[in-house]
């Protein structure tokens, strides 16, 4: 495996930690994971699991005070880093350059090195803060890509629209899958 196709997967303190459980299932050996403290408290509330088991399958796992870490460098060469769910905490401190724990500083780390970042945000309504902070992100080539399944496939089961997300940060990430459904027009 080269190194650029390993992806690091940062999991903050938002709601939906699913999409990011099924993002480490698929890149299996490729993602390094990497939770804050917070989505630790989401992990278990939302899944049950402990941050070892939420990660099972990584090539490695971090908590985000771990900064000695590889992501945290740029010689480190990750070719890209998702984060998912991206809290509005989050986001506030990498639109700001704040790069105070492994998940902040490898989004930072991307950003500097030009590597692909990508954002899942989840929040209902989105503050106006919130959205200050995705139009900065995004003008900097930030590719913000909210939690919000399409219902065009018709979901039956809470996977088809967790697998809809992450269909989208695959193919952002450049990664072959077949999971998902992909419009092709009306019938
Ligand atoms: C169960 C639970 C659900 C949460 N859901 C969200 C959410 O969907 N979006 C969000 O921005 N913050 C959410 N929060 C709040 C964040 O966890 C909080 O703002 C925290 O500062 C995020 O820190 P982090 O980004 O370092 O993980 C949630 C917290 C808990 C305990």
């Given at each position: ?46 899944t ?82 919130a ?55 009306p019938?």
């Amino acid at each position: 495996m080269s190194s650029e196709s390993r992806v690091v997967v940062a999991v903050s303190g938002a709601s939906g930690v699913e999409y990011a459980r099924r993002l480490i299932e698929i890149l299996g050996d490729r993602a390094d994971v990497i939770t804050t403290k917070d989505a630790a408290t989401v992990i278990e509330i939302e899944t049950g699991l402990t941050t070892e088991e939420f990660a099972a399958g990584a090539r490695s796992a971090y908590s985000d005070d771990n900064l000695a870490a590889a992501p945290a460098s740029g010689s480190a060469r990750f070719g890209a880093v998702v984060v998912v769910p991206c809290s509005g905490t989050t986001l506030a401190k990498i639109a700001a350059g704040i790069a105070d724990n492994l998940v902040t500083r490898a989004a930072a780390v991307a950003m500097k090195e030009n590597r692909k970042l990508i954002l899942v945000p989840r929040e209902t309504p989105v503050g106006a803060i919130a959205l200050e902070n995705m139009l900065k992100l995004a003008r900097l080539g930030v590719i913000i890509l909210p939690a919000s399944p399409g219902f065009y496939g018709q979901p039956k089961r809470i996977a088809d629209l967790v697998d809809f997300v992450v269909a989208r940060i695959l193919d952002h990430l450049g990664i072959e899958h077949s999971i998902g459904v992909r419009w092709s027009g009306p019938e």
